[in-house]
């Protein structure tokens, strides 16, 4: 099970982490799957850094076999989503960029890819150009958006995607995140919404 993620796809996100590049393909990185952390299971914090922020996104997992899947056949290759949370140690990849190194180890470090639970498209709406949805910290909303805001949309980043690596049954796509991203602190609470329907929740430790 692979897990690919989308990065700098909205653009109020990119303007918040002063992002001036001109996109003409998706930025993908990957993370292990290691990483994956589900059934509302406590998110530790890791002693290798002191600013762990949130990123909340819709997360896409992929049904079936497919190679250079075309972008018009691409909404054949899933039928569920979520919503989930890509943990950044926003530190470590700064100092990383800052070098011109790899900042995948700031992304892909154990329990990183929180993942919420899976529902069929059809049951938040049916659009996967068209879903809002949000994180709450504590009870009041930190992160809201929209996939209708995606610069690339999700059967683009499917077809981009496949014409590098076979797509296996289970493979999760993380879509990107919108503006709003910040750091989490020991004791929040985090809950990720779909529309109305509640598809994450856990704590900080």
Not at 10 to 27: D, G, I, M, R, S
Request: hydrophobic letters at 40%; one cysteine or more.
């Amino acid at each position: 099970m692979k897990i690919i993620a989308v990065g700098m796809n909205y653009a109020a996100h990119n303007k918040e982490l002063h992002h001036t590049l001109e996109q003409k393909e998706p930025v993908i990185f990957m993370k292990p799957d290691s990483s994956l952390l589900k059934d509302g299971k406590p998110f530790f914090i890791p002693d290798f850094s002191s600013e762990i922020h949130y990123e909340t996104e819709i997360v896409v997992r992929i049904n079936r076999l497919g190679k250079s899947i075309a972008e018009r056949f691409a909404h054949r290759y899933y039928d569920e989503i979520t919503v989930g949370i890509d943990f950044t140690a926003r530190d470590l990849q700064n100092r990383l960029r800052e070098k011109g190194m790899p900042w995948e180890i700031s992304k892909a470090f154990d329990n990183s890819a929180a993942i919420g639970t899976f529902v069929r498209l059809d049951e938040v709406g049916g659009d996967i150009n068209n879903l809002s949805f949000r994180l709450e910290k504590n009870g009041k909303a930190v992160q809201q958006g929209n996939s209708s805001e995606m610069l690339f949309k999700v059967d683009a980043i499917i077809s981009y995607v496949s014409r590098f690596c076979t797509l296996k049954i289970g493979d999760l796509i993380y879509t990107g995140t919108p503006s709003g991203v910040a750091p989490v602190a020991i004791g929040d609470h985090l809950q990720g919404y779909i529309g109305e329907r509640k598809l994450l929740d856990f704590f900080v430790r």
